[in-house]
């Protein structure tokens, strides 16, 4: 896993600031604290966006992330939050972390089982055993999402 996907897509958030709206940079200390609630460690490239924009959308595209402390009482995109509820409701795996949603019912995911930090997509009304992977780790994905935005 490379973060040269993960910096060629913030330099066009960065070049493009008026389409997006992110929460902004979270502390190391916040980002901690989401890894314990989900009992995982995220990979590179989704630890430094988390550090960087927190969470938010570019264009239509919405990126789940981490917004506060209060996984309890908050919503879209908070994906601690997100993850925790998909985990009690839908019983999805420990090692899926909810990063988005494709607006067509399903999620896309980390997965950090097999290979650690693909993106994948799930449906949360199955097992979530069948996982179609889309990206090789979030800078790829983001990269992606925020290409189609610029098109």
């Known amino acids: 896993m490379s973060m040269a996907d993960?910096?060629?897509?913030?330099?066009?958030?960065?070049?493009?600031?008026?389409?997006?709206t992110f929460v902004?940079?979270?502390?190391?200390?916040l980002v901690k604290k989401a890894e314990v609630a989900l009992g995982v460690r995220f990979p590179a490239t989704y630890r430094q966006f988390l550090l960087d924009y927190g969470a938010g959308n570019f264009g239509s595209a919405e990126f789940y992330g981490v917004i506060d402390d209060?996984?309890?009482?908050?919503?879209?995109?908070?994906?601690?939050?997100?993850?925790?509820?998909?985990?009690?409701?839908?019983?999805?795996?420990?090692?899926?972390?909810?990063?988005?949603?494709?607006?067509?019912?399903?999620?896309?995911?980390?997965?950090?089982?097999?290979?650690?930090?693909?993106?994948?997509i799930v449906d949360p009304g199955t097992a979530m055993t069948a996982r179609e992977r889309i990206a090789a780790d979030f800078g790829a994905f983001l990269l992606d999402r925020v290409q189609r935005i610029i098109r």
């Open 6 to 20: 993960y910096e060629q897509a913030k330099q066009i958030i960065n070049a493009n600031k008026g389409k997006g």
């Open 24 to 29: 902004g940079p979270r502390p190391e200390a």
């Open 70 to 120: 209060d996984w309890e009482e908050s919503s879209v995109p908070d994906g601690v939050w997100y993850t925790l509820n998909e985990r009690a409701e839908s019983s999805m795996p420990t090692e899926l972390v909810v990063v988005g949603d494709t607006g067509a019912g399903e999620l896309y995911v980390l997965d950090l089982a097999e290979e650690p930090g693909r993106v994948c």
